[in-house]
């Protein structure tokens, strides 16, 4: 079975521009979590999405956004990107809510310059 | 809110050594679950080893072992006869379902370096 799977890899964006990453959970999955690591530190929270609907949020400005699509997949939108959101940002699927296993992808690395 | 603290910023030790990463964490829920994820060069994070908090014992996966001491909120991971691909970051966290969210609260990481 496909692990959770994010794309792109790796990308460059300007500062101003607007930018979306997208995953997918592995498959039965229905929680998507979206976390952004800075370098040298531990993952921050940004989102968690549950049966489509936000179940979480993490301490982000406005600029940061998601959503969950019916087949489970996920986009993080950023708006207005700033020079500090330059980051791994990491994607997390679980199969239920109340599941303590998070299975991570190998994360999209944010460029911003 | 809750905090998760690792003060070991960088570990190195030989092949086949036993090496012990620290972690401290502070929080006023009583139900809660720990964990130690493993993220190599590839970023993948790899979930190594879970505690719950409500089990009196350790956990333990292999060659991976915890020392869970509620009262004074720590939660060590000890690695025994370590080998050239546990090489990588190591992130302690945390979880409860504050709000309803299932959020993990990471440290900030130890890099372990196991030499040949």
């Known amino acids: 079975d496909a692990g959770v799977t994010q794309s792109p890899t790796h990308l460059i964006k300007t500062r101003g521009q607007q930018v979306t990453l997208r995953c997918s959970p592995i498959s039965g999955h229905k929680s998507v979590s979206w976390y952004q690591q800075v370098l040298g530190q531990g993952p921050q929270f940004i989102f968690q999405?549950?049966?489509?609907?936000?179940?979480g949020r993490g301490n982000f400005p406005d600029r940061f956004s998601a959503r969950q699509f019916p087949n489970y997949s996920s986009e993080l939108n950023v708006n207005a990107l700033l020079l500090g959101d330059s980051a791994l940002y990491l994607c997390?699927?679980?199969?239920?809510?109340?599941?303590?296993?998070?299975?991570f992808g190998q994360g999209t690395r944010l460029t911003v310059v | 809110a809750q905090t998760v603290t690792q003060s070991q910023p960088e570990m190195s030790v030989q092949e086949a050594e036993t090496v012990t990463l620290s972690c401290t964490y502070d929080?006023?829920?009583?139900?809660?679950?720990l964990f130690w994820y493993k993220q190599p060069p590839s970023r993948q994070m790899i979930l190594v080893i879970r505690q719950e908090a409500y089990k009196q014992q350790n956990a333990t996966e292999n060659r991976f072992s915890v020392n869970f001491q509620k009262a004074a909120k720590s939660f060590s991971l000890k690695i025994s006869d370590s080998q050239l691909g546990d090489t990588a970051m190591y992130f302690c966290?945390?979880?409860?379902w504050g709000q309803g969210a299932q959020k993990l609260v990471f440290g900030q990481g130890t890099r372990l370096t196991i030499n040949p």
């Open positions: 999405y549950y049966e489509k609907e936000e179940r």
């Open positions: 997390a699927s679980s199969p239920w809510r109340g599941n303590t296993e998070a299975f």
């Open positions: 966290a945390f979880m409860n």
């Open positions: 929080t006023s829920e009583s139900n809660y679950y």
